[in-house]
């Protein structure tokens, strides 16, 4: 597998928005997970190559949004109405066979983006 490219992060204030890319190619499933300092790193959604099995981490469901560009191999997270909590680096990942809701089973990983949100 291509090691996914991520990018879009950066610093936004608190209820702010950013939009994240990853790019990769060659996946079935793709997913975004993120690790604040000193935390485990934590699955926040998941999509597959169709557009399907779109789920959400109950810390971001109803503020985050993932979906596939208008390219096939780009996908987007769309955060909305940022928190402090919401402050980590964000990892896109993919895996080539389903099921892609399961976070545990990704294991191919882009470098990861910084989010910074502040009050």
């Known amino acids: 597998q291509v090691q996914p490219a991520e990018s879009g992060g950066g610093s936004v204030q608190v209820g702010g928005s950013l939009r994240l890319s990853c790019v990769a190619s060659?996946?079935?499933?793709m997913a975004w997970f993120r690790q604040a300092p000193g935390k485990e790193r934590e699955g926040v959604a998941t999509i597959s190559v169709n557009g399907g099995s779109i789920v959400y981490s109950d810390s971001v469901r109803g503020r985050f949004r993932i979906n596939r560009g208008d390219t096939p191999n780009t996908v987007y997270l769309r955060m909305s109405d940022l928190k402090p909590e919401d402050t980590a680096i964000y990892f896109c990942a993919t895996q080539v066979t389903r099921p892609c809701a399961e976070f545990g089973r990704y294991n191919n990983w882009g470098q990861g983006t910084q989010v910074n949100v502040s009050s």
């Open positions: 060659g996946w079935m499933c």
